[in-house]
């Protein structure tokens, strides 16, 4: 089976640093958009931050310039590099993967793949 495991989360105080990391495993070929949402308390999940596996990104305006995403391809590993967190940053993050390939096959999964969360906590 195909599956995204993240990682990193954790307890940070207001103005730290935390890195996600976002893994792959099974016959995945490719994926083409890789992107990290989040869900606070009593929020909707929303879009952190996502990267075509051209290099295209794009981010949330809460997080622009705070956070910084990548990739790697080869891999199929993702990271949320995370700066200046603030206590609105609180919140589930999940890893998504769009447009995912298994070897064998000339088509994208019909779903979206999607991770289990890792909390990140911002606090004093």
């Known amino acids: 089976q195909v599956q995204l495991v993240e990682s990193g989360g954790g307890l940070v105080q207001p103005g730290g640093s935390l890195r996600l990391s976002c893994a792959a495993s099974?016959?995945?070929?490719?994926?083409?958009?890789m992107g990290w949402y989040r869900q606070g308390p009593g929020n909707q999940r929303e879009l952190v931050a996502e990267?075509?596996?051209?290099?295209?990104?794009k981010y949330a305006d809460s997080v622009k310039d705070r956070f910084t995403i990548s990739r790697d391809n080869g891999k199929n590993t993702m990271y949320l590099q995370m700066n200046s967190l603030e206590p609105e940053d609180t919140a589930v993050y999940y890893c998504?993967?769009?447009?995912?390939?298994?070897?064998?096959?000339?088509?994208?999964?019909?779903?979206?793949?999607w991770g289990q969360g890792t909390q990140v906590t911002v606090s004093s």
């Open positions: 998504n993967g769009n447009g995912v390939r298994v070897y064998g096959s000339r088509y994208t999964l019909a779903g979206d793949l």
């Open positions: 990267m075509r596996s051209g290099g295209f990104t």
């Open positions: 099974g016959s995945i070929f490719s994926i083409d958009t």
